[in-house]
């Protein structure tokens, strides 16, 4: 599924906190309307503590997610797609979008609120993920664009550091975006076999620190 597939972006050192007078003005949720969350949004970075996220990171170039409305006012359909070394995948799956909180319960759990920014047209998402006695979290920016400005990103940077979290991966923004399959592949099921095969998050883990050695 998307919104951790996409969420396995980042890298494994961790930055300085930042002023915890400010992490509280950073990390207070906003509301988002049903409305604002329609139509595509681009992949801008992220950071992430799932299993394998920093390997992933350095083979997906690009990624997109678009929202659409269902016939239930509180159900949107997500479809993802992302180019992961060459080759595009696309996903699709529907949501629960009640009170600005995102919410998938089955097969695992995944919790989305949002966070502010210095940009317009963008989206910083947070995620907590659980499944079985694992939790994950992540941290997202997506934009109506692009490209962000530097302000804006270096916001995601400070929401990143009160959250303990590693640094942001960004994404390269010239390269090629995937167009939408015109059958796409259910996503849910497939993420949650990862999730659920707990001795491959040790093989993903030795995986991040070989790239991270290598690479950076």
């Not at 992220?46 to 170039?61: F, M, V």
């Not at 992302?82 to 995944?110: A, M």
Request: aromatic share 10%; glycine share 4%.
């Amino acid at each position: 599924m998307w919104r951790i597939a996409v969420v396995l972006l980042s890298l494994l050192s961790l930055g300085q906190c930042a002023p915890l007078d400010n992490c509280e003005t950073l990390l207070k949720p906003i509301p988002i309307s049903h409305g604002d969350m329609l139509g595509r949004w681009l992949y801008i970075g992220g950071t992430s503590d799932l299993p394998g996220s920093r390997s992933l990171a350095h083979l997906l170039t690009s990624a997109w997610i678009e929202s659409r409305p269902t016939s239930q006012s509180n159900i949107l359909e997500l479809i993802q797609a992302q180019r992961i070394y060459g080759k595009c995948y696309t996903l699709k799956y529907n949501v629960t979008f009640e009170n600005s909180i995102l919410l998938i319960e089955s097969p695992f759990y995944l919790k989305e609120v949002y966070f502010s920014t210095e940009c317009s047209d963008c989206l910083v998402i947070y995620e907590t993920v659980t499944s079985g006695d694992d939790s994950f979290k992540s941290l997202l920016l997506f934009s109506k664009s692009r490209t962000v400005s530097p302000a804006a990103v270096e916001m995601v940077k400070k929401q990143a550091e009160c959250l303990q979290m590693p640094s942001l991966l960004m994404v390269d923004p010239n390269d090629e975006l995937c167009q939408e399959d015109p059958s796409p592949l259910e996503g849910l099921a497939a993420l949650n076999k990862y999730l659920e095969a707990k001795s491959g998050h040790y093989v993903a883990k030795f995986l991040d620190a070989i790239f991270d050695f290598f690479i950076n």
